[in-house]
Nanobody, 121 residues
């Protein structure tokens, strides 16, 4: 009923840049906070960045100043511009959105399937 589809991952050299996108579709009345999380092998999924519907952003300390989150509400899309990438940024990146499916309904979290980002020379 609600789908989040990420794109833009890939292989990049240290110091390089990538831009991730995530489009939400399906039975959506409104979306509040959207965000990005990541998971490396053997580690728990961790917070990267979030953005509210009015544009308030929050970043993990590890990406502050290097990553920029943005969104296009009309397109139900959230972006993650990643610069000065480091090998430790290598992970599967997941999109998250708090979605309300109908007027008066509760917001519930939805996740994308993930996109691999590999930073290596």
């Amino acid at each position: 009923q609600v789908q989040l589809v990420e794109s833009g991952g890939g292989l990049v050299q240290p110091g390089g840049s990538l831009r991730l996108s995530c489009v939400a579709s399906g039975s959506i009345f409104s979306i509040s906070t959207m965000g990005w999380y990541r998971q490396s092998p053997g580690k728990q999924r961790e917070f990267v960045a979030t953005i509210t519907s009015v544009g308030t952003t929050n970043y993990a300390d590890s990406v502050q100043g290097r990553f920029t989150i943005s969104r296009d509400n009309a397109k139900k899309t959230v972006y993650l511009q990643m610069s000065s990438l480091k090998p430790e940024d290598t992970a599967v990146y997941y999109c998250n959105a708090e979605v309300r499916m109908y007027f008066g309904g509760a917001y519930s979290p939805r996740w994308g399937q993930g996109t691999q980002v590999t930073v290596s020379s």
